[in-house]
């Protein structure tokens, strides 16, 4: 009678390994209603176009000195990658996290600043390099520490007072050189060598206005763009865009959002503190006038314009507010009326901006498609609920 009970049940229930199977073929996702077109491959990728279409623009801005070597145009050139170094930082901060920060530019004070005065008393300035980054560590633990706990609105107006109060600090300081700002500061040098002195290479000779363009192109287009964009890739940047995408889910799912909200801040705070460096090596003078709100509003425009969250969106905004005044200076007085027409233009007709997060290479939309499974079944007729059917149950 015990075997034959025993027996019944190794029949009635299933094995293991069939009961993973029903389990498996239970959970599978429905069959696509039409199949994909096939993946790129080679140099058509999606990742190794971009990658390359990156290396390509890399070697044209390396090649600028060659082409045209004019005092104005380096200038621009220069003033433009810092500008992209800056709008890279921000991007950290608003395009990942959804953090609206409107006083950004006092990290690219404090990163000028600090370089500045150690710089004039005597350290050369790629050694102060370490100390702007502890400033920039500093100041944004203490900026951002208590303000991080308000959204959206009340963020962003925290942020706006921070911003002037490190500028009007800055004014009012004898450290700092007051409204006068600090001047006379020297271009980068190693062991006596300094940029001023130029770089003789394969018998061609390289002003030290051109050095400087090249560091700033290597440390803004480069390094800046690689590092942030791995950031937004990894495990720390998928952490800032489900905060940015709803807060209180990504903190449901154990996600420290005060951490990581404080973390994409002081890392912005650092790339802004090294767009400072370059800028006051740039310029050799900064003053508090150099950091007023308006130059905030500006690099946030550039983030919005070029698509949030975007890193070649954000190096085209970048671009064009950089150097969109300097293309329209034959228009004299108009050009910055034109400017702000432009602007308002392109949030009508393109409010994702230039290049979104989302975006589609162009070639991919034109893709053939596959073949339909359901090709060869009529349409789906769905049945009439109200049909009366009390005839056929009789």
Request: glycine share 12%; with cysteine; proline share 6%.
């Given at each position: 009678?015990?075997?034959?009970?025993?027996?019944?049940?190794?029949?009635?229930?299933?094995?293991?390994?069939?009961?993973?199977?029903?389990?498996?073929?239970?959970?599978?996702?429905?069959?696509?209603?039409?199949?994909?077109?096939?993946?790129?491959?080679?140099?058509?990728?999606?990742?190794?176009?971009?990658?390359?279409?990156?290396?390509?623009?890399?070697?044209?801005?390396?090649?600028?000195?060659?082409i045209?070597?004019?005092?104005?145009?380096?200038?621009?050139?220069?003033s433009?990658?810092?500008?992209?170094?800056?709008?890279?930082?921000?991007?950290?901060?608003?395009?990942?996290?959804?953090?609206?920060?409107?006083?950004?530019?006092?990290?690219?004070?404090?990163?000028?600043?600090?370089?500045?005065?150690?710089?004039?008393?005597?350290?050369?300035?790629?050694?102060?390099?370490?100390?702007?980054?502890?400033?920039c560590?500093?100041?944004?633990?203490?900026?951002?520490?208590?303000?991080?706990?308000?959204?959206?609105?009340y963020?962003?107006?925290?942020?706006?007072g921070?911003?002037?109060?490190?500028?009007?600090?800055?004014?009012?300081?004898?450290?700092?050189?007051?409204?006068s700002?600090?001047?006379?500061?020297?271009?980068?040098?190693?062991?006596?060598?300094?940029?001023?002195?130029?770089?003789?290479?394969?018998?061609i000779h390289?002003?030290?206005?051109?050095?400087?363009?090249?560091?700033?192109v290597?440390?803004?287009?480069?390094f800046?763009?690689?590092a942030?964009?791995?950031?937004?890739?990894?495990?720390?940047?998928?952490?800032?865009?489900?905060?940015?995408?709803?807060?209180?889910a990504?903190?449901?799912?154990?996600?420290?959002?005060?951490?990581?909200?404080?973390?994409?801040?002081?890392?912005?705070?650092?790339?802004?503190?090294?767009?400072?460096?370059?800028?006051s090596?740039?310029?050799?003078?900064?003053?508090?006038?150099?950091f007023?709100?308006?130059?905030?509003?500006?690099?946030?425009?550039?983030?919005?314009?070029?698509?949030?969250?975007?890193?070649?969106?954000?190096?085209?905004?970048a671009?064009?507010?950089?150097?969109?005044p300097?293309?329209?200076?034959?228009?004299?007085?108009?050009?910055?009326?034109?400017?702000?027409?432009?602007?308002?233009?392109?949030?009508?007709?393109?409010?994702?901006?230039?290049?979104?997060?989302?975006?589609?290479?162009?070639?991919?939309?034109?893709?053939?498609?596959?073949?339909?499974?359901?090709?060869?079944?009529?349409?789906?007729?769905?049945?009439?609920?109200?049909?009366?059917?009390?005839?056929?149950?009789?």
């Amino acid at each position: 009678m015990t075997q034959t009970s025993s027996s019944r049940t190794s029949q009635a229930q299933p094995a293991p390994e069939q009961a993973v199977r029903g389990l498996a073929y239970r959970f599978r996702p429905p069959a696509p209603t039409r199949a994909r077109p096939a993946p790129e491959r080679g140099l058509l990728q999606p990742r190794r176009f971009m990658s390359g279409a990156g290396a390509v623009l890399l070697l044209l801005a390396l090649a600028v000195p060659f082409i045209n070597a004019s005092p104005y145009i380096i200038s621009i050139g220069t003033s433009a990658f810092i500008y992209i170094m800056l709008a890279m930082g921000l991007n950290i901060v608003v395009g990942y996290a959804g953090l609206l920060d409107l006083g950004y530019y006092a990290f690219f004070a404090v990163g000028a600043y600090t370089s500045g005065v150690l710089a004039t008393g005597g350290m050369p300035l790629v050694f102060t390099i370490p100390f702007v980054i502890l400033a920039c560590i500093a100041a944004g633990i203490i900026i951002g520490g208590p303000t991080l706990r308000l959204r959206s609105d009340y963020l962003a107006i925290v942020t706006l007072g921070f911003g002037e109060i490190i500028r009007l600090t800055a004014n009012n300081l004898e450290l700092t050189g007051g409204p006068s700002g600090i001047s006379g500061i020297p271009t980068f040098s190693f062991l006596g060598w300094s940029f001023r002195d130029g770089l003789d290479l394969f018998g061609i000779h390289f002003n030290g206005d051109i050095l400087l363009y090249y560091t700033a192109v290597l440390a803004g287009g480069g390094f800046t763009v690689l590092a942030v964009a791995r950031l937004g890739k990894g495990r720390l940047g998928r952490a800032w865009r489900a905060i940015k995408d709803d807060e209180d889910a990504a903190e449901a799912m154990g996600i420290n959002t005060y951490l990581t909200k404080l973390a994409a801040y002081v890392l912005g705070a650092i790339f802004g503190g090294l767009a400072g460096i370059l800028m006051s090596a740039h310029q050799s003078a900064i003053s508090p006038t150099s950091f007023v709100f308006l130059n905030s509003a500006l690099l946030l425009m550039a983030v919005v314009l070029g698509g949030m969250g975007s890193t070649p969106g954000v190096l085209i905004g970048a671009l064009v507010i950089s150097l969109a005044p300097e293309l329209l200076r034959d228009f004299a007085s108009w050009r910055f009326l034109l400017f702000g027409v432009l602007l308002v233009l392109m949030m009508i007709f393109r409010p994702q901006g230039l290049w979104p997060s989302t975006a589609v290479l162009p070639f991919l939309r034109f893709r053939r498609e596959g073949r339909s499974p359901r090709e060869g079944f009529g349409p789906h007729v769905p049945d009439d609920e109200n049909l009366d059917r009390s005839g056929e149950q009789a």
